[in-house]
């Protein structure tokens, strides 16, 4: 099992910035890959970022390209958001998940654990 917590999440203007955490914990030996992924209200959870856990290799959404940045602290076995030039459309709630799938896993059922959910608001 692997237990996450999101946190970081809150309300900004458009433009503004915020950066998400998610502290794992538990068996994270067998994680490969951490992902962010976003819920708007009455729509898909969709895919935002995602990161390998031991090696260099991220990808993002076409849509949050050159605006948010996804790493980690293996260390203290965190994954981080980072969303600038927010816009309200990047409205929602922000869920950490992880996987144990080899490759560059970008679907909900591709991963197993995921966290609370931290909501994010951005107005215009």
């Known amino acids: 099992q692997v237990q996450l917590v999101e946190s970081g999440g809150g309300l900004v203007q458009a433009g503004g910035s915020l950066r998400l955490s998610c502290a794992a914990s538990?068996?994270?030996?067998?994680?490969?890959?951490m992902g962010w992924f976003r819920q708007a209200p009455g729509k898909e959870r969709e895919f935002v970022a995602r990161?390998?856990?031991?090696?260099?290799?991220?990808d993002y959404a076409d849509s949050v390209k050159g605006r948010f940045t996804i790493s980690r602290d293996y260390a203290k076995n965190t994954v981080y958001l980072q969303m600038n030039s927010l816009k309200p459309e990047d409205t929602a709630v922000y869920y950490c998940?992880?996987?144990?799938?080899?490759?560059?896993?970008?679907?909900?059922?591709?991963?197993?654990?995921w966290g609370q959910g931290t909501q994010v608001t951005v107005s215009s």
């Open positions: 998940a992880a996987s144990g799938k080899v490759g560059a896993p970008s679907l909900v059922y591709e991963y197993a654990y």
């Open positions: 538990g068996r994270t030996s067998s994680t490969y890959s």
């Open positions: 990161i390998s856990w031991t090696v260099s290799r991220t």
